[in-house]
C-alpha cells in the first residue's frame, strides 16, 4: 500500500520552497557586493613610512592614516571600499567600481601637508593654522579658478604677512604642497613647473582670516587641492608597494566568462547525477538548487565581497556538495545489492555515510580555515566561499536531501523499484 | 555484511573488480618516485616561471576590441621606453595580450600605460606592479598556509584514524601539491598568487578521497573480525575498499573535473593557471589516494608490526 501522506508531504515541501527561492533569488543577486577583478577598480598595498626621522609608526599613526585615508575616499564617493592594516605597517586599500582611477590614487597618497614658507625656506604657517573643512574653490576675476581658505587666527597672518613684505624684494609667501627637506624656492622658482603651488608677494601686512591661493591650476586640480585640504593631512608617508588595476570591461568580461561556464558545469552535474543516481540524482540536483541559493544568501549577509576565486571556489563547491550525495547514495546501492528492503537500505545507507561525510568535509574546512586567517584580499575571498559551502553542505546534501528522499521512501511507493537507485535486479544478492 | 559474505559476494561486472591493486603497489611507488625526480630535476633545470606576485615587476592585461598582435603591442610599450617582456597573446579571440615588464612603476607610470593603451586598443588595460619585498612576503605567507594546514589535517587524522594513516594521507598530498609545482615547471606556466588557493584544495580534495577509502578501511577491518598480521591479509582488506569506494571516487572526481574542465573552456582568462592548477591536482589526486595512501599505508602497518613483534620477542628471551 502507497501511503499518501509522505508524498503530500513532499510536494507540498517543495513548493513552498520553490516559492522562497522564487522570490528570495531577485533581491539576493541584486545585493551581491562584486569585487575589483568582477566590476573594474584598483586595490594599492602602500607601506606606511615616517614623515620626520624619529617619527613612530604604531597603531594609533596607523589608525590615524586609515581615518585620512576613509574621509578621502569618501570625496571619491566609491560605493564599497575596503581598507585594512597588513602587518602592522602596510595598508591595503580596495576600491572597486571608482571612475577616476588616477585622481584616486593621487588623493590617496598624497600627504597634503599645506606649508606657507618665506623665500628662504623657513616655516611661517602650516596645516595646524587652518580652520579645517572651509576650503573652497572660487574663481577670480580673469575667472581663473583659485582656492580659498580660512585661518584660525587673523594675527598670525598679520605678523607673518609683515615680515615676508619686510624682505623685498624677495617678499614672496611661498605656498607648498608636501615640502620635503632639501627642496628650496631658489631652486624651484627657476623651473618652468615647479614643486611649489604658487608664490605671491606680499607688498604690505593682512590682518585678515581669508587667504586666497592662485595658481597656474586648472578647476579640476583646484578641486583636488580643495578635497585635500579639508580632508585632513595625512599622519605619515604612504609609498606604493604592490598595485593592481583592472579594467571595467575586462572585469565584466571575466564575470560572463564565468558564470557561463559555472552554469554550464552545475547543468553538467545535474544531468550526470540524473543518469547514475536516478530518483537519487534527482533528489541531490534539487539539493543542489537550493544549495546554491543558501550559500548566495549567507554570503551576501555577510557581506562578503565576491571576486573571481570566489566564484571558481563556488562552482567547486557545487562539486563537493553533490559529493556528500554520492557517497551516501553509493552507499544505499551497496545496502540494496546486499539484499535489504529500499526501507532499511535508505536508514543504513544515511547512517553509514554521515561519518564519511563529516570527515571529508572537516579535513577541507580546516584546510579553508587556514587560508582564511592567513590569506590576503584574492585568496580570502576564495577561503570564504569554501567555508561557506562547507558548511552550506551539511545543511541540504546530508539533511535536505535525507529529508526529501525519506518522504519518498517513507510513502512505500519505491518499494521493490530498486532501478530507482540505479541498481539493476540481477545485482541483488540471492536473486539470479 | 560480513566480510567473507561480501569478498565471495556476486561482483557487478565493473573494469576494475579483478584488478589488484596492491599486487602493482611497486608499479605505482615507481611510478610515483620517477615523477617526484622529474620534478626535482625540473625545478633545477626549468625552474618556475614565478608571476609578479612571487617577485616583483609589472603586469600589464591589454584587451582590444579586435584581434591583437604582439608587434603591436610590442611597440606601444616600446614607445612609452619600456622593455616588454614575451608579451603572450590569448583569450577566444585572441583580443588579449599580457605584457611583462621587469620593473616596479609608480603611480605616474601607470596611470601614463593607462591612457595611452586606452587610447591605442580602445579599452582599458589590467596594470598590476609589485615590488620585491611584497612578493617576498607573499611566497612566505602562502607556504606557511600549507604547511599549517597539513599539520591540522594530521592531527585530524591522527585523532579520527591513526597516525599511520594520517601520515600516508599527508605524504599522498604533498605528493599532489608537488605534482602540480612539477608540470607548472616543466611545461613553463606562470605561477601567481593564486597557486595557493588551488594547491589548498586540491589538499582538500585529495584528503577526502584519501579518507574515504581509509574509513572503509577500517569499517572492512573491524568487520573481519580477526587480528591481522601478515601483508596479504592487509592486501585483501585494501584491495576489497578499493573496489568498494572506486564508484564514488570516480564519480566524485568526475563531477569536480566538470566545472574545472568547462572553467578551462569558457573561464576567464585571468584564472586560466588557477584551473588548470585544479585539473592537474584533482587527476594526481584521485590516483594517489588509490594508489600510493593506501598501498603505502599498508606496507608501512605491516612493517611496524613486525618490528614490533620482533621487539617482543627480544624482550621475552631476555
Redesign the interface.
Known amino acids: 500500500m502507497v501511503k499518501k501522506g509522505p508524498i503530500f508531504s513532499f510536494f507540498a515541501l517543495l513548493i513552498v520552497l520553490g516559492i522562497i527561492i522564487g522570490f528570495a533569488v531577485n533581491p539576493i543577486i541584486h545585493r551581491v557586493n562584486l569585487g575589483l577583478?568582477l566590476k573594474?577598480g584598483f586595490e594599492v598595498?602602500y607601506?606606511v613610512e615616517p614623515l620626520k626621522a624619529g617619527q613612530k609608526i604604531d597603531s594609533d599613526t596607523m589608525s590615524n592614516a586609515v581615518a585620512a585615508i576613509n574621509k578621502r575616499i569618501n570625496v571619491l564617493g566609491v560605493s564599497e571600499p575596503n581598507i585594512s592594516i597588513e602587518?602592522g605597517h602596510r595598508i591595503r586599500v580596495q576600491l572597486p567600481g571608482v571612475k577616476n582611477?588616477?585622481r584616486a590614487?593621487?588623493l590617496l597618497?598624497t600627504t597634503a601637508k599645506l606649508e606657507f614658507r618665506d623665500y628662504k625656506d623657513r616655516l611661517m604657517l602650516d596645516g595646524s593654522d587652518l580652520k579645517p573643512g572651509k576650503a573652497k574653490v572660487a574663481f577670480d576675476e580673469m575667472n581663473k579658478p583659485m582656492v580659498t581658505l580660512q585661518l584660525k587666527d587673523p594675527k598670525k597672518f598679520a605678523s607673518v604677512t609683515k615680515k615676508i613684505a619686510g624682505y623685498a624684494p624677495n617678499n614672496q609667501l611661498v605656498i607648498w604642497m608636501d615640502y620635503q627637506k632639501g627642496d628650496s624656492y631658489a631652486k624651484e622658482a627657476k623651473k618652468s613647473k615647479p614643486k611649489f603651488i604658487s608664490a605671491p608677494s606680499v607688498s604690505q601686512e593682512l590682518n585678515t582670516s581669508d587667504v586666497e591661493i592662485t595658481g597656474s591650476f586648472t578647476a579640476k586640480e583646484a578641486t583636488n587641492l580643495k578635497d585635500l585640504l579639508n580632508s585632513g593631512s595625512l599622519p605619515v608617508r604612504m609609498v606604493?608597494?604592490?598595485?593592481?588595476?583592472?579594467?571595467?570591461?575586462?572585469g565584466q568580461?571575466?564575470?560572463k566568462?564565468?558564470i557561463?561556464?559555472?552554469a554550464?558545469?552545475?547543468a553538467?552535474?545535474m544531468l550526470?547525477?540524473l543518469l547514475?543516481y536516478r530518483l537519487g540524482g534527482l533528489i541531490a540536483d534539487l539539493t543542489l538548487i537550493f544549495y546554491s541559493v543558501i550559500v548566495m544568501a549567507v554570503f551576501v549577509g555577510l557581506q562578503a565581497v565576491l571576486t573571481?576565486?570566489g566564484i571558481?571556489?563556488m562552482?567547486?563547491g557545487?562539486?563537493?556538495a553533490?559529493?556528500a550525495n554520492?557517497?551516501t547514495l553509493?552507499r544505499i546501492k551497496?545496502e540494496l545489492?546486499?539484499g535489504k528492503s529500499i526501507l532499511s537500505a535508505f536508514k543504513a545507507g544515511n547512517q553509514?555515510a554521515l561519518?564519511?561525510v563529516v570527515?571529508?568535509n572537516?579535513?577541507?574546512i580546516?584546510?579553508?580555515a587556514?587560508?582564511f586567517a592567513?590569506?590576503?584580499s584574492?585568496?580570502k575571498g576564495?577561503?570564504v566561499m569554501?567555508l561557506i559551502s562547507n558548511v552550506v553542505t551539511f545543511l541540504t546534501s546530508v539533511y535536505g536531501a535525507r529529508l526529501l528522499l525519506g518522504l519518498l521512501v517513507h510513502s512505500r511507493a519505491l518499494n521493490d523499484h530498486p532501478w530507482l537507485f540505479g541498481v539493476?535486479r540481477s545485482?541483488i544478492?540471492g536473486i539470479k | 555484511?560480513e566480510l567473507n559474505e561480501k569478498m565471495n559476494?556476486?561482483h557487478?561486472n565493473k573494469f576494475y573488480d579483478h584488478f589488484d591493486f596492491m599486487k602493482h603497489r611497486n608499479v605505482f611507488f615507481i611510478i610515483s618516485s620517477a615523477l617526484i625526480i622529474v620534478g626535482i630535476l625540473s625545478l633545477f633545470v626549468f625552474k618556475l616561471n614565478l608571476g609578479i606576485d612571487f617577485s616583483s615587476g609589472t603586469r600589464v592585461?591589454v584587451?582590444s576590441t579586435q584581434a591583437i598582435s604582439i608587434e603591436k603591442v610590442d611597440q606601444a610599450f616600446r614607445a612609452m621606453n619600456y622593455d616588454p617582456e614575451r608579451p603572450v597573446v590569448s583569450g577566444t579571440h585572441k583580443n588579449i595580450a599580457t605584457v611583462r615588464i621587469n620593473k616596479e612603476l609608480?603611480?605616474h607610470q601607470?596611470?601614463e600605460i593607462?591612457?595611452k593603451i586606452?587610447s591605442q586598443f580602445g579599452?582599458?588595460?589590467?596594470?598590476?606592479?609589485?615590488?620585491p619585498?611584497?612578493g617576498r612576503?607573499?611566497a612566505k605567507?602562502g607556504l606557511?598556509?600549507l604547511i599549517?594546514?597539513s599539520i591540522?589535517?594530521i592531527i585530524?587524522?591522527w585523532i579520527?584514524f591513526e597516525f599511520l594513516q594520517g601520515l600516508t594521507a599527508v605524504l599522498a598530498l604533498i605528493h599532489d601539491a608537488f605534482f602540480i609545482v612539477t608540470v607548472f615547471s616543466l611545461f613553463h606556466l606562470e605561477v601567481d598568487?593564486?597557486i595557493?588557493?588551488a594547491i589548498?584544495?586540491i589538499?582538500?580534495?585529495s584528503?577526502?578521497d584519501t579518507?574515504?577509502t581509509f574509513?572503509r578501511v577500517r569499517?572492512n577491518i573491524k568487520l573481519s573480525r580477526k587480528r591481522l598480521t601478515t601483508i596479504e591479509e592487509y592486501s585483501s582488506i585494501v584491495n576489497l575498499s578499493i573496489r568498494?569506494?572506486l564508484?564514488?571516487s570516480l564519480?566524485?572526481v568526475?563531477?569536480?573535473l566538470?566545472?574545472?574542465v568547462?572553467?578551462l573552456?569558457?573561464?576567464?582568462?585571468?584564472?586560466r593557471n588557477?584551473?588548470m592548477a585544479?585539473f592537474v591536482g584533482l587527476i594526481c589526486g584521485v590516483y594517489s589516494s588509490i594508489c600510493i595512501a593506501c598501498p603505502l599505508w599498508a606496507v608501512m602497518k605491516v612493517k611496524y608490526l613486525d618490528q614490533r613483534k620482533k621487539k617482543r620477542t627480544v624482550q621475552t628471551q631476555a
Open positions: 577583478d573594474g598595498l607601506q602587518n582611477e588616477q590614487r593621487q597618497s606604493e608597494k604592490y598595485s593592481t588595476s583592472v579594467g571595467a570591461q575586462f568580461d571575466s564575470m566568462e564565468t557561463y561556464a559555472g554550464l558545469a552545475v553538467a552535474i550526470f547525477m547514475f573571481l576565486p571558481a571556489a562552482i567547486l557545487v562539486g563537493m553533490v559529493d554520492i557517497i553509493e551497496d545489492r546486499g553509514r561519518p564519511t570527515d571529508a572537516l579535513t577541507t580546516i584546510a579553508a587556514v587560508l592567513l590569506g590576503t584574492a585568496v576564495f577561503a569554501l539493476k545485482d544478492r | 555484511m559476494y556476486k557487478y592585461d584587451q609608480n603611480q601607470i596611470a593607462k591612457s586606452k579599452i582599458e588595460p589590467n596594470v598590476s606592479s609589485v615590488s619585498q611584497v612576503d607573499l605567507n606557511f598556509a599549517l594546514a591540522g589535517i585530524y587524522v579520527r598568487i593564486l595557493i588557493p589548498l584544495t589538499v582538500g580534495y584528503i577526502n579518507i574515504v574509513d569499517e568498494e569506494t564508484t564514488r564519480n566524485t568526475l563531477t569536480v566538470i566545472p574545472v568547462l572553467l573552456i569558457f573561464g576567464s582568462e585571468s584564472i588557477f584551473t585544479l
